[in-house]
């Protein structure tokens, strides 16, 4: 074990090399421990390279349309114990691979890992990132997740979508569509029926839904918007591709011909 002191040889050699290098590898080449290696290179004033990238990110407006979509949706936000910086995590299930694989390629900057679970889903979750506290703030303020109409006015027809295709459904027997809100308050929801009405000019509504067999006394509240309104909403919506897997959030069927095209999910790199 060599002592405290650094030969200028390794200095030498950590200001060329600590950027694109793990810790524990140069560690095993100084003989020394991985600490010692980052207080060395803290003195000297280095950092990693994918550090630097993290700093300095800033998201475009496609990639915030699908963060604040997602977020009203299937995605988290949350900040770890042994974080400075949020990260992004979601899952879904095996059916909807091809659906996660497309978002995760829209927002593959981000650098994420992908995982099958013992129960055949997948689970998502990116690096953490100085931009993502944005997010973070807007809807967990206090630890838990809200809708505010700050978040709401960020959404582009694109956010809607990807908020849709989270979270939304379709009824083909009425040809309505609903977005499924339980997991917010009713003034939250009563906001979500407001901002629908000015940016698209439709009237959503809150519908109940109970299950007195399964679930005797517990109901769901969503917001429901009807056959002349969906195809309204809809019209908004199809003029952007989607993964063929989700055609069926728009009553299409999977081998007819229709604006929403099929676009091949090419899973990004992951790390």
């Given at each position: ?32 421990t ?13 950092s ?8 300095g ?18 995605l ?19 059916k909807?691979r ?32 100085p931009?993502l ?18 978040t ?21 027997k ?15 929801q ?7 009405n ?34 309204k909403?809809?019209?908004s919506?199809e ?9 069926y ?23």
């Open positions: 074990m060599k002592n405290k002191h650094w030969p200028k040889t390794d200095i030498e050699y950590m200001k060329k090399h600590y950027s694109d290098m793990e810790d524990e590898y140069l560690a095993w080449f100084f003989g020394r991985p600490n010692a290696v980052r207080i060395m290179a803290h003195r000297l004033g280095l990693k390279r994918s550090v630097q990238y993290r700093l990110l800033k998201l475009t407006q496609e990639e915030e349309q699908v963060i604040v979509g997602g977020l009203l949706g299937d988290h936000s949350r900040v770890t114990k042994t974080a400075k910086n949020p990260r992004l995590e979601g899952g879904h299930g095996f909807q091809e659906y996660m694989l497309w978002k995760v390629s829209l927002l593959k900057r981000l650098k994420w890992w992908i995982y099958k679970t013992k129960i055949n889903t997948y689970s998502y979750q990116s690096k953490n990132f931009a506290w944005k997010y973070q703030n807007l809807f967990y303020p206090n630890g838990e997740k809200i809708i505010t109409r700050e709401l006015d960020l959404l582009d027809d694109f956010g809607v979508l990807i908020w849709y295709l989270d979270d939304g459904s379709y009824v083909k009425d040809k309505s569509c609903r977005f499924h809100t339980n997991g917010f308050s009713a003034n939250e009563k906001e979500i029926l407001w901002w629908f000015e940016k698209y000019s439709i009237n959503p509504r809150i519908h109940t839904q109970r299950d007195s067999k399964n679930y005797p006394g517990k109901k769901w509240e969503y917001i429901y918007i009807s056959r002349k309104d969906t195809k909403l809809f019209k919506l003029k952007f591709e989607i993964p063929d897997c989700m055609r959030k728009f009553g299409r069927n999977l081998s007819h011909s229709t604006n929403f095209h099929e676009q091949e999910a090419m899973a990004p790199k992951i790390g």
